[in-house]
């Protein structure tokens, strides 16, 4: 029987697997997008141009109550930079 080598990413590095062929039925794959060059300008840009929605600053008050939802660890979003900078419009 034939089996099909898979590696994923574990932490820092990646663990291989085999999984016998005939149980896969197909495999996704992530596609490599292109660095965003100035990841605070573009934040900023988004938060103040936003698609089908008003800004952020006319939908919150400073009474409101917001639950942020971030992903895990495993994404590579680099929420470090990014929730600063939603926060940071959240408090003005």
């Known amino acids: 029987?034939?089996?099909t080598?898979?590696?994923l990413r574990y932490g820092s590095s990646f663990q291989k697997i085999e999984v016998p062929s005939n149980n896969i039925v197909a495999l996704a794959k992530a596609r490599s997008l292109p660095t965003i060059a100035n990841l605070d300008f573009a934040v900023s840009n988004a938060l103040d141009n936003p698609i089908g929605s008003e800004?952020?600053?006319?939908?919150?008050?400073?009474k409101s109550k917001v639950t942020i939802i971030i992903d895990d660890i495993t994404r590579p979003t680099p929420t470090n930079?990014?929730?600063p900078i939603i926060l940071k419009r959240l408090f003005q």
């Open 5 to 7: 080598e898979i590696r």
């Open 1 to 3: 029987m034939s089996s």
């Open 81 to 83: 930079k990014i929730l």
């Open 55 to 62: 800004k952020l600053e006319k939908i919150v008050s400073p």
